[in-house]
């Protein structure tokens, strides 16, 4: 009696230790094994080795942790200058292969010699993507179907768009119909502008319809899906950031489409003020007078001639141009003991730095 139950004993331990063999090589972090190692854990007399609590635990892990770090493998290492993803696009046009949207555009457009080639990809009808790991072409989604890698960590069914830097906050518009980044809470959408716009414009930008589907009136690039920095004007015009900054270099601060002044004027105003005193216009031109349009105001005046500039009497804007006299005569007001306007603004003042009413719009980022 006494050697079977010893013998019992050991054939029970000898397959309880072969059941743990197993269940390390052949079944890992399945729950079932999980279950089976905490019960023997548990006959040991609450004894844990570090080995065996390196198995526990190691067991204990979900099976998706492995699902998610396969979806990571690659994350920010392929891509282009525009995008870091781990695909390319088929453009639906000309059946090559890109990298992203913009790649096609600057090399079938920007840089095409062949007026006749030169085209723009339809984004939303691209249908067919392929890995960059693994080279395997499918159709649009987020996931490859051959190596299960994710393909994207942002991904939007309707633009076709995918990009791994989520930090840029994008965000599906479906009143714009492309995808933006900003965040979705720091933008709001203006249906007679036609575009996203941020926050701080939502209860005071002047609307101008659509004023995003129209060329930059520096640099000629369409505003809607620009992937630069756009600045709303006080005037309510749109424009590059980049191209608005340009301009101020070199004295320009009016809007190319309307005139207005694109910042707060007030300092350069009270320097040509101080200069028109200081220069007197010679006897024979102090009596004439001109008729001027205020570009900032759109005030008709008619005011002293002074070669300087002239001076809007309603605004004090310097920003003015002469004009026709209007239909019915207007006495001029009395002269005032300063000096006039300039219609051109050539002066090294630089403006006052707080420039009130330009606000960046949401940046475009379009796959």
């Known amino acids: ?12 331990l000898v397959l309880k230790v072969l059941a743990v063999w197993f269940a390390k090589v052949l079944l890992q972090k399945q729950p079932i094994m999980s279950t089976f190692v905490d019960d023997e854990i548990d006959v040991i007399d609450g004894v844990e080795s570090e080995d065996e609590v390196d198995f526990v ?29 781990r695909c390319r696009i088929r453009a639906p046009c000309c059946k090559e292969i890109f990298d992203c949207r913009h790649c096609h555009n600057e090399a079938k457009n920007t840089n095409e010699v062949d007026d006749s080639k030169r085209h723009d990809i339809p984004r939303h009808r691209v249908e067919k993507v392929i890995c960059s790991l693994c080279d395997h072409e499918q159709d649009v989604k987020q996931v490859c179907e051959n190596c299960g890698v994710c393909m994207g960590e942002y991904f939007c069914t309707k633009c ?51 004023a995003m589907h129209q060329n930059c009136p520096v640099c000629v690039e369409y505003l809607f899906d ?33 005139s207005k002044s694109t910042q707060n004027m007030s300092r350069v105003w009270e320097r040509l003020d101080q200069e028109v005193y200081l220069t007197p216009m010679p006897e024979e031109y102090r009596q004439k ?24 009497l309603r605004c004090g804007s310097y920003n003015t141009r002469s004009t026709c006299p209007p239909s019915q005569s207007r006495r001029a007001e009395p002269r005032p003991s300063m000096g006039m306007l300039p219609e051109a603004i050539e002066s090294s003042v630089s403006p006052n730095p707080a420039q009130p009413g330009r606000t960046l719009a949401a940046e475009m980022s379009a796959e």
């Open 1 to 12: 009696m006494l050697g079977t139950a010893r013998l019992r004993y050991w054939a029970g």
């Open 57 to 85: 635990e190691e067991m204990r892990l979900p099976e998706e942790k492995k699902v998610d770090d396969r979806l990571s493998v690659g994350s920010r290492t392929y891509g282009c200058k525009h995008y870091r993803r």
């Open 160 to 210: 076709k768009f995918f990009d791994d830097e989520t930090e840029k906050e994008q965000y599906h518009c479906d009143a714009c119909g492309i995808c933006r980044i900003g965040g979705r809470d720091n933008f709001f959408h203006c249906d007679r502008c036609g575009s996203c716009y941020s926050n701080a414009l939502q209860n005071g930008h002047p609307c101008v319809e659509n």
């Open 226 to 258: 620009s992937v630069m920095d756009i600045s709303v004007l006080p005037c309510g015009h749109t424009m590059h950031q980049i191209c608005l900054e340009e301009m101020n270099m070199h004295s320009q601060f009016c809007c190319p489409i309307c």
């Open 289 to 312: 007078k001109v008729w001027i349009l205020c570009n900032d105001c759109g005030t008709t005046s008619d005011v002293y001639y002074h070669v300087i500039g002239h001076k809007c």
